[in-house]
């Protein structure tokens, strides 16, 4: 009787309803399968062929989330962060053009995305999202206690990459900008139009890219034989409302600079206003070069000079680069390289 019930499952159409059906007629495992119809590099074309011939013979149809499930991943990475308010705004708008970068990595390799806010000053998000199998990994782009967040994932075992300068006290995948180098490309500019008086505008003084960055712009001046004036020097949280203080502040501080380095191009179209306010010209009395060449800069006027770091690739990077992560266990590094964008402002 074995040859004939084998016979009507061959045979018949409706009687193949699982990937274990296609399984035992194609003699190979689930796994298998599941990744032959999903056309996963793991599996050779002749498996593949035969895989498919079957299921279309069969008009099967793979069920995604059983897959999913039987195979315990999600296809689903998360990007966590944190925002400046309970939903995207100007302030974010860095992160709404690196996020442009990973969704379009993440689709070419038929991945979901998940969106993950966070509290700074909360690890537990990790445990909630990985061991529940929302996600396969996760894309970091907290800035705020980013370390709280990296020791908790690397305890944790959960397979991420972080935008921004590694750690060397963990072994994870990063992806950032040559801070140092843009630092130097923006104060070097600035003094080759004669400036004298030039002014750093950072974001957080503990984030170790704004620390990179100032490292630049004293470089540059000393370079030139000039020497750091703390007067000169203002931060902010890389938000356009704080830039706008930290301008006031270094206008008060020192009411004859004439230029400005902004850690954020969002913070220099507020520093511009507030120039602008008080009755400077850009660039005649104070030229201004922003951070991040985000597309902010060409509306604004006069529009922006800026460091570019492509943050379209280096969004795809992060996507990318951990996806390899996830099928090799091989931690890569990638610094993106960074241009000077000349426009109105300097």
Known sequence: ??????????????????????????????????????????????????????????NFQINVPAQRLSMKHSNTIAFVTHAYHKQFSVADLFTLEILGGISAGLAENGYDLLMVYVDPCDDSWAEKHFNTGKADGFILMTSTRKHLHIKALVEKGAPFIAWGVPDLKYNYCTVTGDDLNGGKLATEHLVGLGRRRIAFLGGPPVEVEVKRRYEGYVEALQAAGMNPDPALTAYGDFSNSSGAEAMRKLLEQAPDLDAVFVNSDLMAVEAMRVLQAVGKRIPEDVAVVGYDNLSITEQCNPQLTSISQ??????????????QYLQTRVVSHVVMPVELVVRQSA
């Open 310 to 323: 492509n943050v379209h690739l280096a969004g795809k990077l992060l996507a990318v680069n951990l996806l």
């Open 1 to 58: 009787m074995q040859p004939v019930a084998e016979n009507r499952l061959i045979m018949g159409q409706k009687s193949v309803h699982t990937i274990a059906d296609i399984a035992r007629l194609a003699g190979v495992s689930k796994s298998t399968v599941s990744r032959a119809l999903s056309d996963s590099s793991l599996i050779c074309n002749e498996t593949k062929d035969r895989v498919r011939a079957i299921a279309k013979e069969h």
